[in-house]
């Protein structure tokens, strides 16, 4: 793999680790640019936005959500993921992809969609595929 998208694997997972795991809210602005747009609905545009709103609808009412990454994909400034999102470690899991471009080091859009696990499947047939 080439060492650029390498790095921009590494900086989406620093990222998704930093914000959605850690709340570590100063270190994953940093990975943003200023004017980072988030396309998810109702968030907001640039990254002080981003989190303010993920700190009032995800962490501060779900503090032990989660993301876990099964699967991540890199092309030119793009990374996409797979992850499984929790809201709390016995909540019901959601599957998410979420797609990221990248601009001179730094996280600078995202999109994303996800789902319910779909009834008659499990996570373990998920994560298993993923290996």
Excluded: C
């Amino acid at each position: 793999m080439p060492d650029s998208l390498k790095a921009n694997k590494d900086l989406v997972s620093e990222y998704i680790e930093a914000f959605y795991n850690a709340k570590d809210f100063d270190r994953a602005k940093s990975l943003l640019t200023e004017d980072f747009a988030n396309h998810h609905p109702g968030v907001g545009a640039g990254r002080d936005r981003t989190v303010e709103t993920f700190r009032e609808q995800a962490a501060g009412p779900f503090p032990e959500f989660s993301l876990t990454v099964l699967r991540m994909i890199a092309e030119g400034e793009f990374v996409w993921t797979h992850s499984v999102a929790r809201i709390a470690p016995d909540a019901p899991p959601a599957v998410v992809v979420d797609i990221w471009r990248l601009a001179d080091g730094k996280l600078a859009e995202h999109w994303d969609v996800g789902q319910a696990v779909p009834e008659g499947t499990t996570l373990d047939e998920m994560v298993s595929d993923a290996r």
